[in-house]
């Protein structure tokens, strides 16, 4: 019998995880997400359909990349853009799909599959 898949009260789908061995690259966990939404300053609405955290990917100003997918629910990216303006987020470009920043936090939209990936200090 296959083990159960995760769950997202355990951790989400991993996406196709990068599969370099030398990247430190993990499933997204429930507190990755409520780190999130802390470091965003709101809950972004609807549920990712999976996930993954890098840890390779350090800089003097990022820690670690979230990557999120909302598989299936293109709409709800506008959702999310309009909910970074009315916080007062910077839009960063004027080309291509929106990056947003404030405080150290960029977000970039992955226009398909819908996603974001996340930069965080």
Do not use: K
Not at 8 to 15: F, K, S
Not at 71 to 98: H, K, T
Not at 100 to 110: A, K, L, T
């Amino acid at each position: 019998m296959p083990p159960p898949s995760p769950s997202p009260a355990t951790a989400l789908a991993d996406c196709g995880l990068p599969g370099a061995p030398d990247r430190l690259v993990r499933a997204v966990e429930p507190h990755d997400l409520a780190a999130l939404d802390a470091a965003l300053g709101f809950a972004l609405p609807g549920s990712p359909t999976c996930g993954y955290v890098d840890e390779t990917v350090q800089t003097e100003r990022m820690s670690r990349m979230l990557y999120l997918e909302f598989g299936g629910q293109p709409a709800l990216l506008d959702q999310i853009s309009r909910q970074f303006i009315a916080e007062g987020w910077n839009a960063l470009g004027s080309e291509g799909p929106p990056v947003y920043e404030r405080g150290g936090v960029e977000v970039g939209f992955v226009p398909s599959p819908p996603g974001l990936f996340i930069a965080l200090p």
